[in-house]
């Protein structure tokens, strides 16, 4: 029996929800959840006034004499305290067994074997810990306590979902999912916050990390490469709260974002040629704007024989290409030892004969380094920098580079900037949540003190004031503006040639090319 097959016979217990709400989740857990609600209906001021939560809904149909849960509240007369009364001894129980099972757990693909092996094990530790039990009660608590240990309790069938990107645990019963970027609430939940805090235990001892109040704050990795923030009270005021970015297993193409209309077919043409002709790119743009979606797209077009070193703080890029080594940056252990940055691994990836090397984000002390590398022969690199618009994703950077204490005039830095990057791609989250590439923009030389930039491609607000005044709620198309790039001889020493045709603008375009800024702002 698979995990998934464990979990709906679990379902098929006595404590299903009513059969007027289907369950939310294939998860066990829900049910053993709403056994607890429905025991307790004469604790409500301790709850948060949700209307029409599941814990609601089970508590009116508890109430009502002929649903299933009044049923079994009438089973269970005595056990009337909040909680799972046995908490701290699954608790107990489910870390002498991850003490027992070590790593032969976490290594292992979860087979027939291994949970025979986990369950017997649970059955030995919950023996010896000699806490009065019936029998229905020992066997509910070996099944409950080997789902968690093999799976990830009520989180489960949310990980599964490919349509989430995101799980958000605020507190044990408050699970909100990002779906297509949006947020929803949902049914999900945990029994109480002991069981949430065995699910963290679980995810972090998977990676060798401890979480307890000495050091409350962990990320980790689930196997499948997801990321894992758990943070714990007393850090988290109310309990503790977990945050899951999930490590998309088919990571959107740019066939798919020419899809989305995050770009045209036309601009993803001419970024291919760019990539290709060895241009160094930056990504630019706010929190979740797809800046590393479109890095991990952008990046699709280097050609498969050349020799890729990416370098991340969590490792989110997918190359398709075969020459890929993947470097990943270490934080510090508990004592404050042992960190290894990003800058630490461009430095290194420099004696790693790399054709290209693709930095996730620079945020830190390594943009010298990567201003430096790329200015020093290693041409074609591609990375992505938080910032409001091209123009501020230069000032970024420039601050980046002071901020790292480097003695170098403002003047020699911005040089370093115009000489290395030739071309900047701008992202833009729009009010209804779709995603846009609103600048393909090039990087000119220096004019007097200030770095000349290009717009190659605009998609333009309705009122060309739109950029600067926070959220967008509409985008023109994006278009090309006109202008011949200045890189065009650097791509075909490199083997790349662009037709003509392409560059030919029709009557519409010239229109348009005539508003086209060849702009020069003040830094
Ligand atoms: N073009 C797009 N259209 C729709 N959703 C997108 C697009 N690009 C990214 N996303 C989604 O937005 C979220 C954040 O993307 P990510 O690339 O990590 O952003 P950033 O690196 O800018 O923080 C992800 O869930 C991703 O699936
Ligand atoms: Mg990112």
């Given at each position: 029996?698979?995990?998934?097959?464990?979990?709906f016979?679990?379902?098929?217990?006595?404590?299903?929800?009513p059969?007027?709400?289907?369950?939310?989740?294939?998860?066990g857990?829900i049910?053993?959840?709403?056994e607890?609600?429905?025991?307790?209906?004469a604790?409500?001021?301790s709850?948060?006034?949700?209307?029409?939560?599941?814990?609601?809904r089970?508590?009116?149909?508890?109430?009502?004499?002929?649903?299933?849960?009044?049923?079994?509240?009438?089973?269970?007369?005595?056990?009337?305290?909040?909680g799972?009364?046995?908490?701290?001894?699954k608790?107990?129980?489910?870390?002498?067994?991850?003490?027992?099972?070590?790593?032969?757990?976490?290594?292992?693909?979860i087979?027939?074997?291994?949970?025979?092996?986990?369950?017997?094990t649970v059955?030995?530790?919950?023996?010896?810990d000699?806490?009065?039990l019936?029998?229905?009660?020992?066997s509910?608590?070996?099944?409950e306590?080997?789902d968690?240990?093999?799976g990830?309790?009520?989180?489960?069938?949310?990980?599964?979902?490919?349509?989430?990107?995101e799980v958000?645990?605020?507190?044990?019963?408050?699970?909100?999912?990002?779906?297509?970027?949006k947020?929803?609430?949902?049914?999900?939940?945990?029994?109480d916050?002991?069981?949430?805090?065995?699910?963290?235990?679980?995810?972090?001892?998977q990676?060798?990390?401890?979480i307890?109040?000495?050091?409350?704050?962990?990320?980790?990795?689930?196997?499948?490469?997801?990321?894992v923030n758990?943070?714990?009270?007393?850090l988290?005021?109310?309990?503790?709260?977990?945050?899951i970015?999930?490590?998309?297993?088919d990571?959107?193409?740019?066939?798919?974002?020419?899809g989305f209309?995050?770009?045209?077919?036309?601009?993803?043409?001419?970024l291919?040629?760019?990539?290709r002709?060895?241009l160094?790119?930056?990504?630019?743009?706010?929190t979740?704007?797809?800046?590393?979606?479109?890095?991990?797209?952008v990046?699709?077009?280097?050609?498969?024989?050349?020799?890729?070193?990416?370098?991340?703080?969590?490792?989110?890029?997918?190359?398709?290409?075969?020459?890929?080594?993947?470097?990943?940056?270490?934080?510090?252990?508990?004592?404050?030892?042992?960190?290894i940055r990003?800058r630490?691994l461009v430095?290194?990836?420099?004696r790693?004969?790399?054709?290209?090397?693709?930095?996730?984000?620079?945020r830190?002390?390594?943009?010298?380094?990567?201003?430096?590398?790329?200015?020093?022969?290693?041409?074609?690199?591609?990375?992505?920098?938080h910032?409001?618009?091209?123009?501020?994703?230069?000032?970024?950077?420039?601050?980046?580079?002071?901020t790292?204490?480097?003695?170098l005039?403002l003047?020699a830095?911005?040089?370093q900037?115009?000489?290395?990057?030739?071309?900047?791609?701008?992202l833009?989250?729009?009010?209804?949540?779709?995603?846009r590439?609103?600048?393909?923009?090039?990087?000119?030389?220096?004019?007097?003190?200030?770095?000349?930039?290009?717009?190659l491609?605009?998609?333009?607000?309705?009122?060309?004031?739109?950029?600067?005044?926070?959220p967008?709620?509409?985008?023109?198309?994006?278009?090309?503006?006109?202008?011949?790039?200045?890189?065009?001889?650097?791509?075909?020493?490199?083997?790349?040639?662009?037709?003509?045709?392409f560059f030919?603008?029709?009557e519409?375009?010239?229109?348009?090319?005539?508003v086209?800024?060849?702009?020069?702002?003040?830094?």
């Open positions: 029996m698979n995990l998934r097959e464990r979990l016979n679990a379902q098929g217990e006595p404590v299903a929800p059969p007027s709400e289907p369950p939310p989740s294939v998860n857990h049910p053993a959840g709403a607890e609600q429905a025991r307790e209906p604790a409500p001021e709850r948060q006034p949700e209307k029409a939560s599941l814990a609601e089970l508590r009116e149909s508890a109430a009502a004499p002929s649903a299933p849960g009044g049923a079994l509240r009438e089973q269970r007369p005595t056990e009337s305290h909040r799972d009364p046995f908490a701290s001894l608790t107990r129980v489910h870390r002498a067994c991850i003490d027992k099972l070590g790593s032969q757990l976490f290594g292992a693909a087979d027939d074997d291994l949970t025979e092996v986990v369950r017997q059955e030995e530790e919950l023996t010896a000699r806490t009065p019936t029998r229905d009660e020992h509910r608590l070996v099944r306590i080997t968690d240990i093999l990830y309790g009520p989180l489960e069938p949310m990980l599964e979902d490919d349509s989430i990107t958000m645990v605020n507190a044990f019963d408050r699970i909100y999912v990002e779906r297509a970027g947020l929803e609430p949902t049914q999900v939940a945990f029994l916050n002991a069981h949430l805090m065995r699910i963290i235990d679980k995810i972090v001892s990676v060798g990390r401890r307890d109040e000495a050091s409350p704050m962990v990320d980790a990795r689930l196997p499948d490469g997801s990321r758990a943070i714990i009270p007393p988290s005021l109310k309990g503790p709260t977990l945050t970015r999930k490590f998309s297993r990571p959107y193409s740019m066939h798919d974002l020419i209309g995050t770009l045209s077919q036309r601009s993803a043409d001419f291919a040629a760019c990539v002709g060895q160094n790119v930056l990504i630019t743009g706010g979740g704007t797809g800046k590393t979606t479109m890095l991990n797209a990046s699709s077009f280097i050609p498969n024989e050349e020799r890729i070193v990416t370098i991340e703080d969590a490792a989110e890029l997918q190359m398709q290409q075969e020459h890929v080594v993947t470097l990943e940056s270490r934080p510090p252990n508990i004592e404050g030892k042992g960190e990003i630490e430095r290194n990836a420099l790693m004969r790399p054709d290209r090397i693709v930095v996730g984000e620079v830190g002390n390594e943009t010298l380094d990567m201003l430096q590398a790329m200015n020093t022969g290693h041409e074609g690199s591609l990375t992505t920098i910032a409001n618009s091209p123009r501020d994703g230069l000032a970024r950077l420039e601050t980046l580079v002071l790292a204490g480097v003695d005039p003047r830095i911005r040089e900037i115009s000489s290395a990057f030739d071309l900047i791609l701008h833009t989250r729009l009010v209804d949540g779709s995603r590439v609103s600048h393909i923009t090039e990087v000119l030389r220096m004019e007097s003190d200030v770095i000349t930039l290009q717009d491609f605009l998609a333009r607000p309705p009122d060309e004031s739109g950029f600067e005044t926070g967008v709620s509409l985008l023109g198309e994006l278009e090309y503006c006109g202008l011949k790039p200045h890189f065009l001889d650097k791509l075909s020493a490199n083997g790349v040639n662009l037709p003509p045709e030919a603008v029709d519409s375009d010239l229109a348009r090319a005539s086209a800024r060849f702009r020069r702002l003040g830094a």
